[in-house]
Structure formats: C-alpha cells, structure tokens
C-alpha cells in the first residue's frame, strides 16, 4: 500500500473513532418525579460531583432538590431546584466539556484488517472521506483569503474594523437565552380599606409568569399551584392576615423556570365606628345623643343616651365616681344625690359635670373606645323641674 491510502486510511479511523456529542439533557426535571431515566442520570452526576448522597433511583425527592440547588448556586444560577432551560444547558455544557477532554486524551487506533481487504473499494471510500473532510476547510481557507483586500459588501456573519479589515463575529460555544423575570402590574383591592371577615375582591396581573398565588406568607416553596398570571379572586380578610391596624397580602408569581417574584398588598382597616363621634355606637338615633340628656324620674336624676349597637358598651364617670349603664340599656342613675323635697331651693345651682366613654369589641374588630364626651346639669335645676312635674 502506498503512502497516500495509508494515509488515507489513517484519517478514516480517525474519522470512524471521533464520538458525535449530543445533549444530556432535553426535557425539564421537577420535584415529584419518579423512576425517571434522567434523573437518575443527574443522580448520577450530582453523585460525582460530591454534591448528592443518597441511591440512584430516577426519584426526584427531598435530597436531589438539595443538591440541584447546591448545584444551581455553585453555578450562579436561580437556585430553585427546578431543572429548567438555563440549568440544562449549564449541565450539557459541562457534559460536552467533559467529553472534548476524553477525546483529547483518548489513544485512537484502527485496524488494518478493515482496510486490508478489498482494497479499491477502501481507496474509494477513503477519497471519499478526504474530500468530505477538505472541502469546508478549502472553503474557509478560500474565504479568509478574500479578508485580506477589501470588501464592497460585507459578508454574512462579518464586521468591518475602522481601517477596513474584515473579522468573523466570535461566535459563543452555547447560548444562553436571556431570561425575563416576572413583571407584576397590577395588584389592587375592592373596596380599599376593609374589616376582618369580610371578603374583598383582588384584582392582579402578571406579565412573563406562568402561575400566581395570593397568600397570607411572604415566602413559599416551590413548585406551587396556584392560578393564572391574570384575574380576580375573592378573598376573606381573616384576623392572622391584621397586623399594625391593616391587612397584609402577598401576590408571588414564578415563570417556567420558577423565577419569582412578590408584591405586597396592604389593606387598611374600615373601622365600624369614628370614635369621635358616639352616634356611630348607637343603633338608633334619638334625640339623647352625644353627652345624653338629663332628667330627673322618682326623684332620682339621670342621664339618657340612645340604644347602642349590640356588643357595644358605656361607662359614666362623674366627680371620680364610676357609674355603669342600667339593664334597661339607655339610662344612668345618680341613686346617690338625694336631696329634701320640702327645702325651699334658691336660684343657685349645684353644678355635676361627666364623661360618657363608648366601647366596643367582638372577634373581628380589635377593642375600640370612643373620645369622651362630656355633658353636665344643675341637680337644682333637675329638682325643680321634678317638682313641677308634680304639681302644686
């Protein structure tokens, strides 16, 4: 055999030993797969990495969530324990690393007996081959060539440098995709401001996300469930959610990948009374509103408010002394100024001055006192008026 089909036969061995390099990994991987040939190959490689621990078994549990999220932050990549686009290409980058080294370092060799046998249709083969293998490499000698005069057009896949000459743009060993994160542009309640129990309609967008959830936490696992990255939901305001005289929720979307992202959603509190105005206590409005009306009923002075709201309560403090409303619900009783119905009273008054505080509480609403209102009234006055009523 003469030096050319030697030769050739070399190059073709060499040819028939170089391996094709293909992606480890094409599909997504999650948490919650099982008997899965190709998380039992990441167990596998995880487990070579030192960064798992425990059998191959194609189950994607606790303990390989673990390590792909050792794995991702080693990486510098989102460490969410979802094998998404960016974590599989990082994988099939390292794979194809690894594999460039082996070949490298491999002792290629070929038989002479494949070669030996039939030797025309070997040389034929082989020319064959050379060709094949010569052909892009002329080309691209041809076409570096034309780089050194100047250029009317610039070629496709070329930039022109300021004193004329003509580079091919570098081209990356792999891509990988730019990522957007989720964009949250609309979270709103309806109405604003609410009470404990009661249930609001929240109003959210989400734009490049693939799920939301609304919740009471700041932080969840993932992957979760949730609803679409667009819409409206009822939700009831339950007394965990109020803190700091407002209700605080979450809006947390993921994308594909498990990209996160939150907003926070506060609610102000619509308190069922002003508490500087009492009449938001009452139940009724009468004319004994505010600081109550005074009289006088068996002898015995009093003080009149309206019938409160149920689970609302009052209180009458008069010159240090606390009075507690009657059963009846809209009286306070002054059992203790007694006076003589047979004196003779002068002009003068004998003056009491008070303060009504409102109160009210329930397993919704937090304790909510009113400002004091204060009142007062002349027990002359009162006594001659009672007397009056009397008749001489």
Known sequence: MNMKKFALAVLFGLLLAIPVSAAEFNKNLRFGMTKNTDVSKLQEYLTSENLYAGPITG?????????????????????????????????????????????????????????????????????????????????????????????????????????????????????????????????????????????????????????????????????????????????????????????????????????????????????????????????AHGGNLGNGGTGVRNGVPLVEISPLKIGARAVLVMESKTYQLDPDGIHFWFTDLSYDPTFVYAGFCTNHTYAITYFYSDEYNPSISSVPQAGGFCLNNMIRADRNSLGP
């Open 59 to 283: 189950n994607f549990f606790s303990l390989t969530l673990k390590a792909v999220k050792v794995f991702q932050k080693r990486e510098l990549l989102p460490a969410t324990g979802f094998i998404g686009s960016m974590t599989r290409i990082r994988l099939n980058q390292i794979f194809e690393q690894q594999l460039a080294g082996q070949n490298q370092e491999s002792d290629y060799s070929w038989a002479p007996e494949s070669v030996s046998t039939n030797t025309s249709d070997v040389v034929e083969k082989l020319d064959q081959q050379s060709n094949a293998v010569q052909q892009p490499i002329t080309n691209e000698v041809d076409l570096c060539r034309n780089f050194i005069y100047n250029q009317t057009t610039i070629p496709l896949g070329m930039y022109r440098s300021t004193d004329g000459d003509c580079f091919s743009v570098p081209t990356p060993i792999s891509s990988v995709p730019i990522q957007t994160k989720p964009i949250i542009t609309k979270l709103i309640s309806n109405p604003e401001k609410a009470r404990v129990g009661q249930t609001v309609k929240i109003s959210y967008k989400a734009e490049n996300a693939k799920v939301c959830v609304i919740s009471d936490l700041a932080n969840i696992e993932v992957p979760f469930v949730g609803r679409l990255p667009e819409g409206e939901t009822d939700q009831q305001l339950l007394q965990k959610m109020f803190t700091d005289n407002k209700f605080t929720l979450y809006l947390i979307c993921a994308d594909k990948d498990w990209n996160i992202i939150s907003r926070t959603l506060e609610i102000p509190y619509n308190p069922v009374f002003d508490i500087t105005q009492p009449t938001s206590f009452f139940s």
